[in-house]
């Protein structure tokens, strides 16, 4: 017997009676709600709806009181074994690839500043209409998709373009419940990342930007004010390229420890 299932079974069994008689749900909502529940897993959007609605408040809770960079959601768009670039490098992409030249640099330190030298990074982000490689149809699995090693500071930096906000699927049971809730679809740009340290704790977070209109209204929740940054505009000049270009730093602090809190 697994306690830990039957406690937490228990337990779910006691706030859904709670909820009932709080909201007055009779047999027709319930069947409903099953009858929902059914068409989520039919269209294979468990993962899409758990990502949005719950993964958030898992983590808050999860991390609370835990030092080092606040954790976000994974998302349901990550898929292992990118293609590894050097460091500084850029990101696969298309020929064609429409966006702003992006230049995002990053340092990873252990909780007590101290760098983390050959920490793999795993960078993925939506291309500029929101859309994600390996999900839509059009665009090479390998897009915006990249794996990194840290310096021997702790150090990295990527080129990239700078991302657009991303819409959620709306067509099928996940947009009907969106619908039923009165909630827009959408998340703010940002760019995903997954840190492996050598030795310890790894790092699911993702990096958004200063005046998004989506900041504050986020659909998944997913947004931490630790994990926004600013993205600075340039002259193409400087690096010798033809068009503008931008730029924007985050530093990450992640914990070394015999047993991971989250793995």
């Given at each position: 017997?697994?306690?830990?299932?039957?406690?937490?079974?228990?337990?779910?069994?006691?706030?859904?009676?709670?909820?009932?008689?709080?909201?007055?749900?009779?047999?027709?909502?319930?069947?409903?709600?099953?009858?929902?529940?059914?068409?989520?897993?039919?269209?294979?959007?468990?993962?899409?709806?758990?990502?949005?609605?719950?993964?958030?408040?898992?983590?808050?809770?999860?991390?609370?009181?835990?030092?080092?960079?606040?954790?976000?959601?994974?998302?349901?768009?990550?898929?292992?074994?990118?293609?590894?670039?050097?460091?500084?490098?850029?990101?696969p992409m298309r020929d064609?690839?429409?966006?702003?030249?992006?230049?995002?640099?990053?340092?990873?330190?252990?909780?007590?500043?101290?760098?983390?030298?050959?920490?793999?990074?795993?960078?993925?982000?939506?291309?500029?209409?929101?859309?994600?490689?390996?999900?839509?149809?059009?665009?090479?699995?390998?897009?915006?998709?990249?794996?990194?090693?840290?310096?021997?500071?702790?150090?990295?930096?990527?080129?990239?373009?700078?991302?657009?906000?991303?819409?959620?699927?709306?067509?099928?049971?996940?947009?009907?419940?969106?619908?039923?809730?009165?909630?827009?679809?959408?998340?703010?740009?940002?760019?995903?990342?997954?840190?492996?340290?050598?030795?310890?704790?790894?790092?699911?977070?993702?990096?958004?930007?200063?005046g998004n209109q989506y900041?504050?209204?986020?659909?998944?929740?997913?947004?931490?004010?630790?994990?926004?940054?600013?993205?600075?505009?340039?002259?193409?000049?400087?690096?010798?390229?033809?068009?503008?270009?931008?730029?924007?730093?985050?530093?990450?602090?992640?914990?070394?420890?015999?047993?991971?809190?989250?793995?």
């Open positions: 017997m697994n306690q830990k299932v039957v406690d937490v079974y228990n337990g779910m069994v006691v706030k859904f009676k709670e909820l009932i008689r709080e909201h007055e749900l009779d047999h027709n909502d319930y069947q409903a709600l099953v009858n929902w529940a059914d068409e989520l897993g039919r269209a294979g959007e468990i993962p899409l709806f758990m990502d949005v609605f719950f993964e958030t408040h898992a983590l808050q809770e999860m991390y609370k009181n835990v030092e080092g960079t606040e954790p976000t959601i994974l998302g349901p768009f990550y898929l292992e074994n990118a293609t590894e670039i050097e460091n500084p490098g850029v990101m064609d690839e429409k966006g702003d030249v992006f230049f995002f640099s990053g340092t990873v330190t252990d909780v007590d500043g101290n760098p983390l030298a050959n920490t793999k990074v795993d960078i993925w982000s939506a291309d500029a209409n929101g859309e994600y490689s390996g999900f839509a149809e059009g665009i090479p699995a390998e897009n915006l998709r990249a794996v990194l090693f840290t310096d021997e500071n702790g150090k990295f930096e990527v080129q990239t373009i700078v991302p657009g906000d991303y819409s959620i699927p709306t067509g099928g049971p996940t947009g009907k419940f969106l619908t039923w809730i009165d909630s827009h679809p959408f998340r703010p740009a940002h760019l995903h990342f997954l840190f492996r340290p050598q030795n310890g704790d790894p790092l699911i977070s993702q990096v958004f930007f200063e900041l504050d209204n986020d659909v998944a929740n997913g947004v931490r004010g630790t994990l926004i940054t600013k993205l600075e505009k340039h002259d193409g000049a400087e690096k010798g390229l033809e068009t503008d270009f931008y730029t924007a730093h985050l530093d990450f602090k992640l914990r070394l420890q015999d047993k991971p809190v989250y793995s």
